[in-house]
């Protein structure tokens, strides 16, 4: 079983940038498909990044694509969200997301994720 802990959120002027960070313990994330996704208030969650196992590309929800970027470090068991030129519309919860098999399916989609964490507030002010 995996554990995942978020940790970076916090409060930011607009144009500002944050590191997020998921710690996992458990199982090693070597193997595994690790994904952020947002929940903004009367919001539904929604899809942010995806770092698939392998090393292959990694990909972006469109609103956010060109200022965060999802990186790992395996020795540290850590996976990484970098919000750089944050907006206002960027405020919302985020959560950290991890699966061993998410091939050919719909990794944008919540439901399709095993394991997640408690999230973390990220609030970007105007």
């Known amino acids: 079983q995996v554990q995942l802990v978020e940790s970076g959120g916090g409060l930011v002027q607009a144009g500002g940038s944050l590191r997020l960070s998921c710690a996992a313990s458990g199982r090693t994330l070597s193997s595994y498909y690790m994904g952020w996704f947002r929940q903004a208030p009367g919001k539904e969650r929604e899809f942010v990044a995806v770092m698939p196992w392998s090393g292959s590309r990694n990909y972006y929800a469109d609103s956010v694509k060109g200022r965060f970027t999802i990186s790992r470090d395996n020795a540290k068991n850590t996976v990484y969200l970098q919000m750089n030129s944050l907006k206002p519309e960027d405020t919302a919860v985020y959560y950290c997301?991890?699966?061993?098999?998410?091939?050919?399916?719909?990794?944008?989609?919540?439901?399709?994720?095993?394991?997640w964490g408690q999230g973390t507030q990220v609030t970007v002010s105007s």
């Open positions: 997301a991890a699966d061993q098999n998410l091939y050919g399916r719909r990794w944008d989609l919540e439901d399709v994720w095993d394991h």
